[in-house]
């Protein structure tokens, strides 16, 4: 990276790097990736300044994890962050050629545990799978109506009650330095603050260049009380780092887009192509301007992509494309962007 800024993370003193990096393609999402090409990705990854790493059981059952921490146990404990996530249990199922998106996974499934005791042996579990000494940042993973409908009104007030306090216990006793929750919905975020003392959320999807929804209430809320804001899925599923103009299937949410989704983007487009900004690089550094919002995490899945990433986030983007897509209503009228507008 031409340049490294971190931001603190909450009212801890634990500093992330404003650019991060995202594990689940690691975790053979949509796409095998081999050992050596894993290998190669990190080793990029670390040689090009990345510092903060992302990653989870559910990513790959266990693969993710352990291929990350490969590559940062040689380390021996060096200048890095990392964060994982509690929630799901990894059982064994036998090999499966896929698994919730995941090309050739571990021999196992998830089962999902937000209790006190199925936090700290999720806790566990993970420490040894990826063989290192610390976590950083832990996650409550997926917790919320999004990925569990109905199932929610369950889970929720355990997650609350129990793996709550299992997760202020580790924080308390210095196993980790932040806890979090990591999900695809502001709204979960929002009421777990009416349960306990969170240091941050990792939000995927849900304040980006195409939606700002949260500044609402949520973002103020994070703001009043010092909760920072890890920026997953900037791209929203990829539809904001392909556009929508060379046809095919593009992908909104972890499906095929809607109409109206497209025909927003297709106007960001517009505005990306007539001041030569890549739409990428505008959507990965649309986040960073609120105040809240301590680093974004794009995934990786190649090392082509880790020099690309970096080249746009450190792009110069004018300040009248800023200016140009608030007045045009292409995002809210109160939203923070770069450069001040």
Same mark, same amino acid.
């Given at each position: 990276?031409?340049?490294?800024?971190?931001?603190?993370?909450?009212?801890?003193?634990?500093? *992330?790097?404003? %650019?991060? $990096? !995202?594990?689940a393609?690691?975790?053979?999402l949509?796409?095998?990736?081999?050992?050596?090409? =894993?290998?190669?990705l990190?080793?990029?990854?670390?040689?090009?300044? $990345?510092?903060?790493y992302?990653?989870?059981?559910?990513?790959?059952?266990?693969?993710?994890?352990?291929?990350?921490?490969?590559?940062?146990?040689?380390?021996?404990?060096?200048?890095?962050?990392?964060?994982?996530?509690v929630g799901?249990l990894?059982?064994p199922?036998g090999?499966?050629?896929?698994?919730?998106?995941?090309?050739?996974?571990?021999?196992?499934?998830?089962?999902?545990?937000?209790?006190?005791?199925?936090?700290?042996?999720?806790?566990?579990?993970?420490?040894?799978?990826?063989?290192?000494?610390?976590?950083?940042i832990?996650?409550?993973h997926?917790?919320?109506? *999004?990925?569990?409908?109905?199932? /929610?009104?369950?889970? $929720?007030?355990?997650?609350m009650?129990?793996?709550y306090?299992?997760?202020?216990?580790?924080?308390?006793?210095?196993?980790?330095?932040?806890?979090?929750?990591?999900?695809?919905?502001?709204?979960?975020c929002?009421?777990?603050?009416e349960? !306990?003392?969170?240091?941050?959320?990792?939000?995927?999807?849900?304040?980006?260049?195409?939606?700002?929804?949260?500044?609402?209430?949520?973002?103020?809320?994070?703001e009043?009380?010092?909760?920072?804001?890890?920026?997953?899925?900037?791209?929203?599923?990829?539809?904001?780092?392909?556009?929508?103009?060379k046809?095919?299937?593009?992908?909104?949410?972890y499906?095929?887009?809607?109409?109206?989704?497209?025909?927003?983007?297709a106007?960001?487009?517009?505005?990306?192509?007539r001041?030569?900004?890549?739409?990428a690089?505008?959507? %990965?550094?649309?986040?960073? =301007?609120?105040?809240?919002?301590?680093?974004?995490?794009p995934?990786?899945?190649?090392?082509?992509? *880790?020099?690309?990433t970096?080249?746009?986030?450190n792009?110069?983007?004018?300040?009248?494309?800023w200016?140009e897509?608030?007045?045009?209503?292409?995002?809210?009228?109160?939203?923070?962007?770069?450069?001040? /507008?």
């Amino acid at each position: 990276m031409t340049t490294i800024k971190q931001r603190i993370i909450g009212n801890t003193d634990l500093k *992330v790097d404003t %650019l991060g $990096f !995202g594990c689940a393609p690691l975790g053979n999402l949509y796409t095998p990736v081999t050992n050596q090409d =894993a290998d190669e990705l990190l080793n990029t990854a670390w040689q090009h300044g $990345f510092r903060y790493y992302d990653t989870a059981p559910h990513y790959g059952q266990g693969l993710s994890e352990r291929r990350v921490g490969d590559i940062l146990r040689p380390l021996q404990g060096q200048d890095y962050v990392l964060s994982t996530k509690v929630g799901r249990l990894l059982k064994p199922a036998g090999y499966a050629k896929e698994r919730h998106c995941y090309q050739s996974p571990m021999p196992f499934d998830i089962h999902y545990d937000y209790s006190y005791d199925g936090v700290m042996r999720s806790f566990e579990d993970s420490v040894q799978r990826l063989g290192l000494d610390r976590i950083d940042i832990l996650y409550m993973h997926d917790i919320g109506e *999004v990925t569990h409908g109905d199932n /929610n009104k369950h889970h $929720f007030p355990i997650a609350m009650e129990g793996g709550y306090k299992a997760m202020d216990e580790l924080r308390s006793q210095g196993l980790v330095k932040a806890i979090g929750l990591g999900v695809n919905e502001y709204q979960v975020c929002e009421q777990a603050m009416e349960y !306990g003392q969170w240091d941050c959320f990792l939000l995927a999807g849900r304040y980006t260049l195409l939606e700002q929804e949260s500044l609402e209430t949520f973002l103020p809320k994070c703001e009043a009380q010092n909760c920072s804001i890890i920026i997953g899925g900037a791209y929203n599923s990829g539809i904001l780092a392909t556009g929508v103009k060379k046809g095919g299937t593009v992908h909104y949410d972890y499906g095929p887009a809607p109409q109206h989704i497209i025909d927003k983007v297709a106007k960001i487009e517009d505005l990306c192509e007539r001041y030569q900004v890549p739409l990428a690089a505008a959507a %990965l550094q649309f986040s960073l =301007a609120h105040p809240s919002v301590a680093s974004v995490i794009p995934g990786m899945g190649n090392v082509r992509r *880790v020099q690309q990433t970096i080249d746009l986030f450190n792009m110069e983007i004018n300040s009248d494309f800023w200016a140009e897509l608030k007045h045009l209503g292409l995002v809210r009228p109160d939203t923070p962007l770069p450069g001040g /507008n």
